[in-house]
Nanobody, 121 residues
């Protein structure tokens, strides 16, 4: 199987910064796109940022210019650098990856358990 483990969530003041990490492990043959999603109470899960295996990136309009997504393919690790945090960034942040396992010829999407980000005003 495949495990995605997020870390780095914390309580931070408005204007502060955080760096989230997501380490993928298990029966991984290759990873295609990876992304960060977030879900606030009462809201649907939304895409925050995504990065392709080639390094192409996509950002939600609400985080453009403040968040930076990156990945280390050698370590199967995804990062999200979050700057100028706002109270509306408060949510559980989930890592997701499209993974081809060692026992499959197709890609499947896997999710982490989430990490809490809280921004105090």
């Amino acid at each position: 199987q495949v495990q995605l483990v997020e870390s780095g969530g914390a309580l931070v003041q408005t204007g502060g910064s955080l760096r989230l990490s997501c380490a993928a492990s298990g029966s991984i043959f290759s990873i295609n796109d990876m992304g960060w999603y977030r879900q606030a109470p009462g809201n649907k899960r939304e895409l925050v940022a995504a990065v392709t295996s080639g390094g192409g990136t996509t950002y939600a309009d609400s985080v453009k210019g403040r968040f930076t997504i990156s990945r280390d393919n050698a370590k199967n690790t995804l990062y999200l650098e979050m700057d100028s945090l706002k109270p509306e960034d408060k949510a559980v942040y989930y890592c997701s990856a499209a993974v081809r396992t060692t026992y499959s010829n197709t890609y499947s999407r896997f999710w982490g358990q989430g990490t809490q980000v809280t921004v105090s005003s």
